[in-house]
């Protein structure tokens, strides 16, 4: 490649020339070139010998591996590299300087954009112009409020909030993001016979819920185990602070628990499984039962088997007393089947007896046709009259 046809913007001179930095280049290949240092003013005096040997000396050479590195970096061929690496590295450094001008120039024009816009708000929020009604009416002296056109702008920017508001509704359900709900208050009594813990946590209504839930429950059993709480302990003796560490990993875990205030389904999961494996170690000996409950262990003992336990009467439930209801309704209409069953047979006697009745008097009826009105019988009878 010819040197005066190399880019960089810059006439290049034949091979062998100082170029403007004050770097001569040879094609001696055993010589690093030092730093570039650009050349100072000269100063106003007469030439030494000592400036013209420096004038007639060697163009500095450049080594064959550093020549190859920049021929391989700005893919150019040729002798006079040095110039044309320097007018490429100017050349960059002046579009880097272009470009932080458009940069600038894009950063003012969104600024007065901005401008713009707070000015049209301000523009809207200021009162209507007072029109004169002579103007629209004819009517001179009368004047009134443009309110129509204030009203108009008003809907207008209400109809750009709103579809605003629409369109970041819709955007955030299209990525995905729930929007966030009030959070589910814990249930009165307790769990397991107040209220049922799958049916509050809204998870029983198909299969996939219920595995969901079966999964929360397995996972937090294994963060129960792995969080060193001694579940020998009553629940209520674990320190808060063991407790809200569980409910924030559980909720790391499982998002959907955040829904419940206060964490209370996990809580109520845990309590749950918790009391369970301390039942189990108290039937099979593995712990101690506390001595606040050792009374129970001796009313067992002298309970005889063969005996009801002697439960004390509860009220009646809502559900019980319908059953009750509806017990006493099937018993006074089994009572009344035999008085139902007399009348319906004296229905029927009577019934029976009205169609003979009807049977009888039709039979009189055809006897009584055969005889004549005079008193004759019909040519039918016995005896014919002449």
Not at 95 to 108: G, P, V
Not at 283 to 310: H, M, Q, T
Request: glycine letters at 6%; hydrophobic letters at 30%; aromatic letters at 6%.
């Amino acid at each position: 490649m010819d040197c005066k046809s190399a880019g960089g913007g810059a006439a290049l001179g034949p091979c062998g020339q100082t170029n403007k930095l004050n770097f001569k280049i040879t094609s001696d290949s055993n010589y690093l070139p030092p730093t570039p240092v650009a050349k100072p003013p000269p100063k106003a005096k007469a030439k030494t010998s000592s400036s013209k040997d420096q004038e007639n000396r060697a163009p500095t050479p450049l080594s064959d591996a550093f020549r190859e590195q920049i021929e391989q970096k700005y893919n150019i061929e040729g002798c006079n590299v040095g110039d044309i690496v320097f007018a490429r590295i100017e050349n960059d450094a002046a579009n880097a300087t272009i470009a932080d001008q458009k940069r600038e120039l894009e950063a003012q024009k969104k600024r007065s954009e901005d401008l713009q816009r707070q000015i049209d708000k301000l523009l809207a929020r200021a009162p209507a112009p007072v029109v004169p009604i002579e103007d629209q009416a004819g009517e001179d002296g009368v004047e009134v409020n443009d309110a129509t056109a204030a009203l108009e702008r008003e809907n207008a920017e209400l109809k750009k909030q709103l579809a605003k508001a629409k369109t970041g509704s819709a955007a955030a359900g299209a990525a995905g993001v729930a929007e966030p709900r009030e959070p589910t208050p814990r249930p009165t009594g307790t769990a397991g016979t107040h209220f049922s813990i799958i049916a509050e946590m809204r998870l029983d209504s198909n299969r996939q819920d219920r595995a969901q839930f079966s999964t929360i429950q397995r996972n937090l059993r294994e963060l129960f185990g792995n969080s060193r709480i001694n579940w020998e302990l009553p629940w209520a003796q674990v320190p808060a602070a063991a407790k809200a560490q569980l409910f924030a990993i559980a909720r790391k875990h499982h998002p959907y628990l955040a829904e419940f205030q206060n964490d209370w389904a996990t809580e109520e999961i845990v309590k749950q499984y918790v009391k369970n494996k301390r039942n189990n170690a108290y039937k099979k000996g593995y712990i101690d039962v506390p001595p606040k409950y050792a009374y129970l262990k001796e009313n067992a003992a002298k309970r005889d088997p063969s005996k009801p336990r002697g439960k004390k009467a509860s009220k009646p439930s809502k559900s019980g007393a319908i059953r009750a209801d509806a017990a006493k309704d099937a018993q006074r209409r089994k009572a009344r089947q035999p008085a139902d069953r007399s009348r319906g047979e004296s229905s029927k006697a009577k019934g029976k007896r009205a169609v003979r009745n009807i049977i009888t008097s039709d039979d009189e009826d055809d006897q009584m046709a055969d005889v004549d009105v005079s008193g004759a019988r019909s040519p039918a009878g016995e005896d014919e009259w002449e």
